[in-house]
């Protein structure tokens, strides 16, 4: 499914969403959701195998109900979990590689160390969610509820995220090499970007990242690794690059109205500062 594809699954879903409207008058993000099935006592729930077959026994037109369940350490790669509700669940350590999370609800689930590696998280809702040391690299998180989740030490290498992060926490997370960037050509239904409002990412290895237009209004930078990454049109209004290394970072036409960059490394070599909103506001 292309963005634009997805973009309209939204529209169509959203009033009877369980998605939030986020700010710039943009799309609705998160899972749709869906009437739940019904489903048997969580005890016979506990082997990959029980878990699949009641996926397929799903009547169409309901959504399966995983709420709650504990399935730390299942494998579960491959699995098609399309609007699951996962709400709760536990996927602590569990592999999920590949698997198809698409508008799923994981709200408030813990998946501390699991592996999500080329896993489909897009139109899903990971608020609040435990993914500290998750493994999501190739991962695709387009239009998907980030807020307050826990990503501390998560590796998102090469993913693709545009969502909803506001107060998320990726300190120490790797984030190299990541596509965040917006792109307008391919969102024909109104542009999205990833808000990462008062974030933190104390640490994180953003380097040579596509932040094209994100918002990182009151993030914390503090000590990150943004060095070749492009932060054109980004709103950078508040955000602390206390002793982060911005080497050839490109910042053109970038908002950087009271941002802190007190020992910031590579602060020469940054392309675009003198092109910048509000550069006279911001502290270095």
Not at 102 to 109: G, Q, R
Not at 114 to 130: E, F, K, M
Not at 155 to 162: E, G, H, N, Q, V
Request: hydrophobic residues 45%; charged residues 20%.
């Amino acid at each position: 499914m292309n963005r634009t594809s997805v973009l309209a699954v939204l529209i169509l879903l959203a009033p009877a969403g369980l998605g939030a409207q986020v700010t710039d008058s943009m799309p609705m993000m998160g899972a749709a959701g869906g009437p739940a099935a019904m489903r048997p006592p969580a005890e016979s729930l506990k082997t990959a195998e029980q878990v699949k077959a009641y996926i397929a026994a799903v009547p169409e037109g309901t959504v399966p109900n995983l709420s709650g369940l504990d399935l730390h350490g299942l494998d579960l790669r491959h699995v098609n979990f399309k609007k699951a509700n996962l709400t709760g669940a536990d996927l602590t350590g569990a592999q999920l590689d590949s698997a198809t999370l698409f508008s799923a609800d994981l709200t408030d689930a813990r998946a501390e160390g699991a592996s999500l590696v080329g896993t489909n998280l897009d139109v899903s809702t990971l608020r609040r969610a435990d993914l500290q040391h998750a493994k999501l690299q190739g991962a695709s998180l387009f239009a998907t509820i980030i807020e307050e989740a826990k990503l501390q030490g998560a590796d998102l290498r090469d993913t693709r995220i545009i969502g909803y992060l506001r107060k998320a926490n990726l300190a120490g997370a790797t984030l190299a090499g990541a596509n965040i960037g917006a792109d307008p050509s391919n969102q024909s239904m109104g542009v999205m970007r990833a808000q990462f409002n008062n974030a933190d990412l104390t640490g994180a290895n953003l380097a040579g990242a596509n932040l094209y237009k994100a918002d990182f209004s009151f993030a914390s930078l503090v000590g990150a690794d943004l060095s070749g990454a492009n932060l054109r049109n980004a709103d950078l209004i508040g955000t602390d690059f206390t002793k982060a290394n911005l080497t050839n970072a490109d910042v053109h036409d970038a908002d950087i109205n009271g941002a802190t960059f007190t020992d910031a490394r590579g602060l020469d070599t940054i392309k675009g500062l003198d092109e910048t909103r509000h550069r006279n506001q911001a502290k270095f």
